[in-house]
């Protein structure tokens, strides 16, 4: 079983409309949790971090579910820049390990 | 300007032949990583390093070699590839105390024929 689970879309988003995913972790003592963002196979880069009550940056809101082992992406207002790939990132522990995700592919179309 | 460079981006070679994939950062960060990308399988830690001369392995690191003798730069060195290795690498920095927040490099194609 992956640590880091994630549906790996695509989700097919018309533009101005709001998507969200969620991603599923199997390690209940993982500590961190973290949104990348990853274009046609360029570089990873950082989003977000997600805390545990929730967290927003601008119309991206993500939120963690510790009890179900969840965290999710929303994306409000889709913009077609926000068509990429994102990368749920996960802390085992404090210091030098994380677990990515396979990424969840999001088109948003005109 | 602050970034990860990769060297070479796009590289075919065949099995068995030695390569080495540079990285070098210019933020001045202790930690270093290097990943692999493949399609369904997400990024997978290939090695890290905490700082100069501390390098551990991460989840793969069957088939790689590194080394931290700067701090700036840590090499990834494949001493025979072979097919199973082709793949897109990227190499990432960060700052001690805060490696979740990674800087990665721009990527190296692999081909191994």
């Known amino acids: 079983r992956k640590e880091v689970e994630q549906d790996p879309g695509p989700f097919n988003v018309p533009e101005g409309a709001t998507v969200a995913f969620n991603c599923t972790y199997s390690n209940s003592a993982s500590q961190s949790f973290f949104w990348y963002r990853q274009d046609c196979r360029k570089e990873p880069k950082l989003l977000m971090s997600?805390?545990?009550s929730g967290n927003e940056d601008g119309r991206f809101t993500a939120q963690l579910n510790r009890a179900s082992q969840y965290i999710s992406l929303l994306i409000r207002d889709s913009k077609l820049s926000d068509s990429a790939t994102y990368l749920c990132?996960?802390?085992?522990?404090?210091?030098?390990?994380?677990?990515f995700g396979a990424g969840t592919q999001v088109v948003v179309t005109p | 300007e602050a970034q990860v460079t990769q060297n070479p981006r796009y590289l075919i070679t065949v099995t068995g032949k030695k390569l080495t994939v540079t990285c070098s950062q210019n933020m001045n960060h202790e930690y270093m990583s290097w990943y692999r990308q493949d399609p369904g399988l997400g990024l997978r830690q290939i090695y890290y390093s905490m700082n100069v001369e501390v390098t551990d392995k991460g989840d793969v690191p069957e088939g790689y070699k590194v080394s931290r003798k700067e701090k700036r730069n840590f090499p990834l060195i494949l001493e025979s590839p072979s097919p199973n290795q082709t793949s897109l690498y990227f190499c990432?920095?960060?700052?001690?105390?805060?490696?979740?927040?990674?800087?990665f490099g721009p990527g190296t194609r692999l081909l191994v024929l």
């Open positions: 990132v996960v802390s085992i522990v404090s210091w030098g390990k994380l677990q």
């Open positions: 997600v805390y545990s």
């Open positions: 990432a920095s960060s700052y001690q105390g805060d490696q979740e927040t990674q800087y």
